[in-house]
């Protein structure tokens, strides 16, 4: 590779990384004024999407989807609305409530936010 300034070929360098007119290219000082200095070359490709799973289990209550029933119905929430409120499936939530599915923590978390009550054992 040639540092030669792209646009004029001057190698008086030092070259710097310009965008101009939307492509990016290595310019002299002088040509680099005709453009918009970038800075570090792009990371190539997107970075790692999902962050580690977590492994840390968490203990439930013993009680824990009578708890939400109840908590629910102090409320005067239906299934329905309580479902709506959350942008959940309602068939998710009363599997929940039934107890053939533990939440996830981004789940459970929203369902003590909205109903007030904690599903963790210990600390109050
Ligand atoms: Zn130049």
Request: glycine letters at 10%; hydrophobic letters at 40%.
């Given at each position: 590779m040639t540092l030669e300034c792209e646009i004029c070929g001057s190698t008086a360098g030092p070259l710097r990384r310009s965008r101009v007119e939307g492509v990016a290219m290595m310019l002299c000082p002088k040509c680099a004024n005709l453009g918009i200095p970038?800075?570090?070359?792009?990371?190539?490709?997107p970075g790692p999407r999902r962050p580690p799973?977590?492994?840390?289990i968490i203990e439930l209550r013993e009680e824990w989807?009578?708890?939400l029933r109840r908590a629910r119905e102090a409320r005067g929430l239906?299934?329905?609305?309580?479902?709506?409120s959350l942008q959940e499936r309602e068939g998710l939530?009363?599997?929940?409530?039934?107890?053939e599915?533990?939440?996830e923590e981004p789940l459970r978390l929203k369902l003590e936010r909205a109903l007030g009550v904690r599903l963790t054992e210990g600390g109050e």
């Open positions: 970038l800075g570090e070359p792009m990371p190539v490709g799973a977590r492994l840390d989807p009578q708890t239906t299934l329905e609305a309580l479902a709506r939530l009363r599997k929940v409530e039934r107890g599915l533990v939440p």
